[in-house]
């Protein structure tokens, strides 16, 4: 069972965290859910960015991983999703407002130095946003399966939105049928996961709320992308974690990469899948990754 350890060290009482699930207050009476792994004071520092139908539970196996290195992972839920407080009424689900709820979460919880902020699929928009917006916060990028900037418009982009929407609004659907066991039985995410971070998980494919809002979140963020283009951070170091076509476009990045002259690695993991590949045993591949990230940015 996951449990929080309270470890003394020296006069001062050190919480070592375990990935528990807890409802952050991030801006008046409005709070999101965050999972924090390893201690507040370790060298290195990550904050995650779940994909499109996402939470925090879908990077659960490289925190962990990630943990037992040194690191202090802070893994999200944004708002609107499963069990983080909806977006103030009238604000549309756009990448630049949850870029905003990232800075709030790590000012919330006091992070004044460099992060590595890593996200998984649709997440890849949000994050070129915020390495644009505010690069002093971050060290680098790790873009897992991550939807490319340069690919955000024609058909092939067009078709994902019109999938995802479909998913949403039948997945909204399946949801109030509660076929639980026949839901966890399709999606490969869950098998791995134990405890509450299976519970939650299961809960949010579950959930109609849950899914309505992320149809919704891929549809806007489109609307957005085609009229506001999302330019690369490309002045960022960055690790590229690839599975499946999710991530097409990302070998075109790449030489932006090398003709600016900043630092990329790649790994293709092509027996994975869109989620399996956030599992072991490639979990510990993209750990490894990022460790490689968070050296790069010191150079």
């Known amino acids: 069972m996951l449990f929080i350890l309270r470890v003394r060290k020296s006069e001062a009482v050190q919480e070592a965290f375990h990935g528990d699930a807890e409802k952050l207050a991030i801006e008046g009476d409005r709070s999101v859910v965050v999972a924090r792994y390893g201690v507040p004071d370790a060298g290195r520092v990550l904050l995650f960015d779940p994909g499109s139908f996402g939470i925090y539970a879908d ?32 604000q549309d689900p756009v990448p630049r407002f949850h870029v905003a709820d990232m800075a709030r979460v790590l000012d919330t919880l006091g992070i004044d130095r460099k992060v590595i902020l890593a996200g998984h699929s649709m997440a890849g928009v949000r994050l070129h946003m915020a390495g644009r917006i505010m690069p002093e916060r971050f060290r680098g990028l790790a873009l897992l399966d991550a939807v490319c900037p340069s690919q955000m418009r024609g058909l092939a982009w067009a078709g994902w939105v019109a999938w995802a929407q479909l998913i949403g609004r039948a997945g909204a659907r399946f949801a109030r049928s509660r076929m639980g066991g026949l839901m966890e039985s399709v999606h490969p995410n869950l098998l791995k996961l134990e405890g509450q971070p299976r519970n939650d998980k299961l809960a949010s494919v579950m959930s109609e709320k849950h899914l309505r809002c992320a149809a919704r979140e891929v549809a806007v963020t489109e609307r957005k992308a ?4 999302v330019e690369p951070a490309i002045k960022l170091p960055a690790f590229f974690a690839t599975a499946t076509q999710v991530s097409q476009g990302t070998s075109e990045l790449l030489r932006e990469y090398e003709k600016e002259g900043t630092w990329t690695r790649r790994i293709h993991l092509k027996n994975d899948g869109h989620m399996s590949m956030l599992t072991p045993p490639s979990s510990h591949l993209i750990a490894e990754g990022i460790d490689e990230l968070w050296e790069a940015g010191a150079r």
Not at 226 to 229: A, K, V
Request: hydrophobic letters at 40%; charged letters at 20%.
């Open 59 to 90: 990077f659960h196996h490289i925190a962990q991983h990630l943990a037992r290195e040194d690191w202090y992972v802070i893994a999200m839920t944004r708002a609107g999703m499963y069990q983080s407080d909806p977006l103030p009424e009238g």
């Open 226 to 229: 085609l009229g506001e283009p």
